[in-house]
């Protein structure tokens, strides 16, 4: 993430349901869309929304051509040859990411 310096300090109102809606040029300084998720901090007295960052998505460019479905789906083999299924890991979880791979193949 890039760091940003707004022009001016923004006054921005909170709405029925604690909704508070950023300035478009916070959002677009921070390359945010609809959907993306926000931490929410208290430090000082003040509130910190911080981006939350896909280690995936953040990390594959820099990577080059891996292809992280192939990845998983071979740890996947790899367990289910010893008998164990990753730790945290549901059977639809392990499902979807054999499906992934598999049409990443094509």
């Known amino acids: 993430m890039a760091r940003f310096r707004v022009s001016s300090a923004?006054?921005?109102?909170?709405?029925?349901?604690?909704?508070?809606?950023l300035p478009a040029e916070v959002r677009r300084a921070l390359g945010l869309k609809e959907g993306d998720e926000l931490l929410v901090t208290v430090e000082g007295g003040a509130v910190k929304l911080l981006p939350v960052v896909d280690p995936v998505e953040a990390y594959s460019s820099e990577l080059g051509g891996v292809n992280e479905g192939a990845v998983l789906e071979e740890g996947f083999r790899d367990a289910r040859r010893l008998g164990a299924r990753p730790s945290g890991v549901s059977e639809g979880e392990e499902a979807c990411a054999e499906d992934h791979a598999s049409t990443e193949h094509r």
């Open 10 to 21: 923004m006054k921005v109102k909170l709405r029925k349901g604690g909704v508070l809606k």
